[in-house]
């Protein structure tokens, strides 16, 4: 099966509709991303195999989730989930976050190559950043526990905002845990996500702020 058969398979197990022209940005992406991964190490994934499931499926399996009109992603690293979603809806203004500037490097020119005028790249620690406005959502994918997830960027969200955390399997302890130490938070839901060609759990944990 070749990646376009791969991809568009894939997106539509996902319930996913996009267009042939997104779905070869989406494509191109891909190779973007393993040609500087020999020299970056911007993810562990090695086999190019795997990428469609891995690095394009796993990421947009959230895109039915997000309807803020303004993302963040935080510790965005080689772009997942910020810049797929960024690729899928045109209109979403996301915002990569990454402290390692050969990291934001990568996704600069990566927003450059792909023609992503909706993306802007920011070098900066995650409890440093101060932007003129704050997101209406906040993603981020292996970041961090979800209570350090939300202390770190809780000055990032904007009033009724959601934080969208991706993780592997459902994470009770960290919820608890989130529970226990923050107030004013809630978590909305856990949407278990049935990513094609991806072995292992996948969840979306959507929390609130009160």
């Given at each position: ?28 992406y ?46 965005s ?26 990291k ?15 993306v ?35 000055h ?13 399997q ?7 845990k ?25 969840h ?7």
């Amino acid at each position: 099966m070749t990646r376009q058969e791969q991809l568009a398979n894939g997106l539509q197990v996902l319930g996913i509709d996009l267009s042939a022209d997104v779905q070869e940005t989406l494509l191109a992406y891909a190779v973007f991303l393993e040609k500087w991964n020999r020299t970056f190490s911007l993810t562990a994934l090695r086999d190019p195999a795997r990428a469609v499931s891995y690095h394009l499926l796993d990421s947009l399996a959230i895109l039915p989730y997000v309807s803020a009109e303004n993302l963040l992603d935080v510790g965005s690293g080689g772009g997942q989930p910020g810049i797929l979603l960024a690729i899928a809806r045109p209109q979403l203004a996301v915002t990569l976050l990454d402290s390692n500037s050969k990291k934001t490097a990568f996704l600069q020119q990566a927003a450059i190559e792909l023609g992503l005028k909706n993306v802007q790249v920011i070098t900066a620690r995650v409890e440093e950043y101060r932007p003129a406005k704050p997101f209406a959502a906040i993603t981020s994918r292996a970041f961090a526990e979800l209570a350090d997830f939300v202390r770190l960027t809780r000055h990032l969200l904007a009033p009724e905002g959601s934080w969208l955390a991706m993780k592997g399997q459902r994470p009770e302890a960290e919820m608890a845990k989130l529970l226990a130490g923050e107030s004013g938070i809630s978590i909305a839901a856990v949407h278990e996500l049935d990513v094609p060609g991806v072995d292992g759990e996948r969840h979306l944990v959507v929390i609130r702020g009160q």
